[in-house]
């Protein structure tokens, strides 16, 4: 384990971010004809959800609590397995608005060849925002394991144990900082060397298959011997 860190997780997207993924999502098993009108999710009417994959600690890492349902587990996350999702509660509420979604399956509307691949949601966790420039926020969110949604962009989240006041370790960092933001250069210099070791080790400790192609992308190569993941 790395000193300090209590989590790490892996993503897609980031929340609040530039770049944003979405797909249309309705209950599985009702497809619509081309002229249909639907006007309800029993009917076959489809929802616009923001898009991401996701590991396995993801929603702990970043402070999104489960409110029903449970969490990927480590093998959903990093190996092929049954299709499975977790959605928010906005998205939830849209397709069943008389019942509980945990355990209900749903299907991407419009894409023929996926329409036989029905997913089942194990999951509601609260809405968050993605986009941050959009100009209207999507009707949910739909969060597929990392193993399932690979995207060689990827973003690593990390939780520290919070540092008591005056600790040696955060006043130490926090006067780093400081240096940095007032022109030292050589602080910058550590700040960055710091990071990169941070980013290195963290993906070193994650499973092979969610080493991305290019973690050098986050400055993630090894400071001390110039190595990068590849």
């Not at 040696?168 to 940095?180: I, Y």
Request: proline share 7%.
């Amino acid at each position: 384990a790395l000193p300090g860190v209590e989590q790490v997780s892996i993503s897609a997207t980031v929340p609040f971010g530039m770049i944003s993924s979405d797909k249309n999502v309705q209950r599985a098993g009702v497809n619509p004809g081309a002229d249909a009108r639907p006007s309800t999710a029993a009917e076959g009417l489809a929802f616009k959800a923001a898009w991401n994959s996701v590991g396995a600690n993801y929603f702990s890492t970043v402070g999104l609590p489960v409110l029903r349902g449970r969490a990927f587990t480590e093998a959903e996350a990093t190996q092929p397995g049954p299709s499975v999702a977790i959605i928010d509660e906005p998205l939830a509420k849209k397709l069943w608005p008389d019942g509980d979604a945990v355990g209900q399956r749903v299907q991407y509307a419009g894409e023929k060849e996926q329409q036989n691949q029905t997913i089942e949601i194990v999951g509601i966790v609260p809405v968050t925002r993605h986009d941050l420039f959009a100009s209207e926020e999507p009707d949910g969110s739909i969060y597929l394991p990392f193993a399932r949604g690979f995207q060689s962009d990827v973003s690593f989240f990390v939780r520290f144990h919070s540092l008591a006041p005056g600790t040696e370790a955060g006043t130490a960092d926090w006067a780093l900082v400081q240096q940095c933001a007032a022109g030292d250069e050589e602080a910058c210099s550590r700040l960055v060397t710091d990071y990169q070791r941070m980013v290195y080790q963290l993906a070193l400790h994650l499973p092979h298959q969610d080493h991305p192609d290019h973690v050098h992308g986050l400055g993630g190569g090894d400071p001390e011997t110039g190595l990068e993941l590849g």
